[in-house]
Nanobody
Framework: QVQVVQSGGGLVQAGDSLRLSCTISGRTFNPYYMAWFRQAPGKEREFVAALNSSGHATRYLDSVKGRFTISRMNAKNVMSLQMNSLKPEDTAVYYC???WGPGSTTSDQTYDYCGQGTQVTVSS
C-alpha cells in the first residue's frame, strides 16, 4: 500500500522561510516524477514545482522561481520544498504528489498518489 506522508508548514510572516517534506513508501520502484501542488481558498489546485526521478530536471511555477527550491533528499523517495521570501499570496494547502508513469509534470492528472495536504499561511 502506497503512503505519501507530508510534514512541515505552518504560520509565518511575509519574508520568512518554510520547508515542506514528503516521504513516499510502499512501491518497489522510485517515482518517475515528484511534485508539489497548492490550493488556495476558492481557487483551483495549481502546480508549484516538480522534478524527475534523477532529481536533476526541475520545473517551477513562474511566481515561485528564485524563491522555492524542490529537491530530493538522501533517499530518492523523500522530497522537500524549501520556500524562501514567502508572500501572502503563497498561502494555500500544499500537496505532495508522485507519478510512476510519463505525462505532463504540471498536470495533477499525471500523478498517481497525493499527500494529505499541509497548510501554509503567510501573514503580511
Amino acid at each position: 500500500q502506497v503512503q505519501v506522508v507530508q510534514s512541515g508548514g505552518g504560520l509565518v510572516q511575509a519574508g520568512d522561510s518554510l520547508r515542506l517534506s514528503c516521504t513516499i513508501s510502499g512501491r518497489t520502484f522510485n517515482p518517475y516524477y515528484m511534485a508539489w501542488f497548492r490550493q488556495a481558498p476558492g481557487k483551483e489546485r495549481e502546480f508549484v514545482a516538480a522534478l524527475n526521478s534523477s532529481g536533476h530536471a526541475t520545473r517551477y511555477l513562474d511566481s515561485v522561481k528564485g524563491r522555492f527550491t524542490i529537491s530530493r533528499m538522501n533517499a530518492k523517495n523523500v522530497m522537500s520544498l524549501q520556500m524562501n521570501s514567502l508572500k501572502p499570496e503563497d498561502t494555500a494547502v500544499y500537496y505532495c504528489a508522485a507519478a510512476w508513469g510519463p505525462g505532463s509534470t504540471t498536470s495533477d492528472q499525471t500523478y498517481d498518489y497525493c499527500g494529505q495536504g499541509t497548510q501554509v499561511t503567510v501573514s503580511s
